[in-house]
């Protein structure tokens, strides 16, 4: 595992970069399967890594593609056997951290409920990074292809609220970038599994990467 409170009281926060990603699913009822769509689960997991191992990270997730001869991304694998081959894959890369929020039971749907949830879960996650001091994240951007850029807007948003609520400066970044950033597919893998277990569509699969990551439960 990545020695991060080590690196940390070495006094080197700014050489650590959170990726982030979301997964959400409605839960499922064990006995029949289906899914209950009033009741959705939503995660964020956040993967750190020192800047100084970002290229090497990088090389072994193109490298475990190559290998599985599929890419990873979770909700593409359709198989189980990929999904856990993949989840195993990761699991050997040694430089990631990861830190995942969720509620702590379902939300359920409403007005302009997925951003939400989403802003409550992004102010956890902001919230414990920065207790980390990590000042640097990441997250995939949900710009629109006509150049919209309001979704990105709102998470900006969040971290502006959050700086006149608390003592989290402008040294603390956020940047959005595109799915072609390799890393933020083990942030796709986890925050994807683990809504999987919490919704009851698969429970076997998280438990596999379960040890590599802190629960951060918000309301």
Not at 72 to 90: Q, V, W
Not at 93 to 112: L, R, V
């Amino acid at each position: 595992m990545l020695p991060i409170l080590d690196h940390l009281m070495a006094g080197k926060p700014d050489d650590l970069i959170a990726f982030i990603d979301e997964s959400k699913r409605p839960i499922r009822n064990r006995r029949t399967g289906k899914a209950d769509t009033t009741q959705w689960h939503y995660v964020l997991a956040a993967v750190v890594i020192m800047r100084t191992d970002l290229d090497n990270v990088r090389r072994k997730i193109l490298q475990i593609e190559a290998d599985l001869n599929y890419e990873l991304h979770y909700h593409e694998m359709k198989s189980h056997t990929r999904r856990r081959n993949a989840i195993d894959a990761i699991g050997e890369i040694t430089e990631w951290e990861s830190y995942i929020t969720e509620t702590n039971k379902p939300i359920k749907p409403g007005a302009d409920y997925e951003h939400g949830a989403r802003a409550s879960q992004l102010r956890s996650c902001f919230s414990y990074l920065h207790s980390l001091e990590i000042k640097n994240l990441v997250l995939e951007t949900r710009a629109m292809p006509n150049g919209n850029q309001t979704l990105d807007a709102k998470d900006a948003s969040v971290l502006e609220k959050l700086r006149h609520q608390t003592d989290i400066d402008n040294n603390f970044r956020l940047d959005h970038v595109t799915k072609n950033e390799t890393i933020l597919k083990i942030a796709d893998l986890l925050a994807s599994s683990r809504t999987d277990m919490l919704c009851a569509k698969d429970e076997s699969i998280y438990p596999r990467i379960g040890h590599r990551a802190t629960i951060i439960k918000s309301e």
